[in-house]
C-alpha cells in the first residue's frame, strides 16, 4: 500500500482561487474579444453610412458590422473585415488608416488589408463595397 501525500486546505483553495481566472485569457483572444461584438464578418449586404463618411485618403471604421471602409486618393473605395487574422479579434481601434488589434496588438492598413504589426502574418479578408442611394455597403465577395 502506498502512502500518498494528501493535498492542503491551503492548495485546494489557492487552486480553485485560480481557475477561474485561467479563462480570462482564452476569452479576449475569441472571436469578439473585448470589443463587445458577438457579431463576425458580414455573411450579407449590410448598409454602413452616407458615402461622405469616408474622404479621400482616409478610412472609417464600423465597429457594429466589423467592417472597415477607406478611399483612397482617387476616390475609390475598399472595405475589409476587421475581424483580426491572427486570433480571430474584432479589431476595435483606427488611428488614421492603421487598425490595431486589442488582443495582441497586430496592426492593418486599412487601405490595403496588410498587415504592418505582426504578430497576424495574414491581410484582412477583403469584401465587397459600392455606393447606393449615396449610403456605403459592404458584403462578402463573390
Known amino acids: 500500500m502506498s502512502a500518498r501525500p494528501s493535498a ?3 492548495t485546494v483553495l489557492r487552486g480553485a482561487a485560480l481557475t477561474p481566472v485561467a479563462g480570462l485569457g482564452i476569452a479576449a483572444c475569441s472571436p469578439g474579444g473585448d470589443s463587445g461584438s458577438t457579431q463576425a ?13 469616408v474622404p479621400a485618403g482616409s478610412a472609417k471604421l464600423y465597429r457594429d458590422e466589423n467592417v472597415v471602409v477607406s478611399r483612397t486618393a482617387n476616390g475609390s473605395l475598399k472595405a475589409y473585415s476587421t475581424i483580426c487574422t491572427h486570433a480571430g479579434c474584432a479589431i476595435n481601434k483606427l488611428a488614421g488608416t492603421t487598425l490595431i488589434c486589442p488582443c495582441h496588438g497586430s496592426r492593418f492598413d486599412a487601405v490595403t488589408g496588410k498587415v504592418v504589426q505582426d504578430p497576424a502574418t495574414e491581410p484582412l479578408h477583403e469584401l465587397s463595397v459600392e455606393v447606393k442611394n449615396g449610403r456605403i455597403v459592404a458584403g462578402p465577395t463573390a
Request: hydrophobic content about 25%; aromatic content about 0%.
Open 8 to 10: 492542503s486546505r491551503r
Open 41 to 53: 464578418t458580414p455573411t450579407a449586404p449590410v448598409a454602413l453610412g452616407p458615402e461622405s463618411e
